[in-house]
């Protein structure tokens, strides 16, 4: 199983940019597929989250309202759309999914995730 993320880089305050993530070599059609975050010089944070079937979605507080998250089951990609963004969302943003279902109470426990892609580099400038 490959998540390949993309559509990190630079852009200004106040800015939008759209990352996705390219599932391949299984299916996740009942499965659960998340964003988390990387600032520098910080612990890794929980940003969204979507199930594959049904696309029930949660957000962390610092995102909520700003960002969306949505899955193309046809493409098995999921997309995390960013807009407002603040300098505080600089970070490596990393995709992660689980074959199964997440219980509601994990979704924001990146353990729950056995499959994750390699991270792109958002960076917002002042």
């Known amino acids: 199983v490959q998540l390949q993320a993309s559509g990190g880089g630079l852009v200004q305050a106040g800015g939008s940019l759209r990352l996705s993530c390219a599932a391949s070599g299984r299916t996740f059609s009942s499965g659960t597929i998340a964003w988390f975050r990387r600032a520098p010089g910080k612990e890794r944070e929980f940003v969204a989250v979507i199930r594959w079937s049904g696309g029930n979605t949660f957000y962390s507080d610092s995102v909520r309202g700003r960002f969306t998250i949505s899955r193309d089951n046809a493409k098995m990609t999921a997309y995390l759309q960013m807009n407002s963004l603040t300098p505080e969302d600089t970070a490596v943003y990393y995709c992660?999914?689980?074959?199964?279902?997440?219980?509601?109470?994990?979704?924001?426990?990146?353990?729950?995730?056995?499959?994750w892609g390699q991270g792109t580099l958002v960076t917002v400038s002042s």
């Open positions: 992660a999914a689980s074959g199964q279902r997440v219980i509601t109470s994990e979704l924001i426990n990146p353990n729950a995730y056995a499959y």
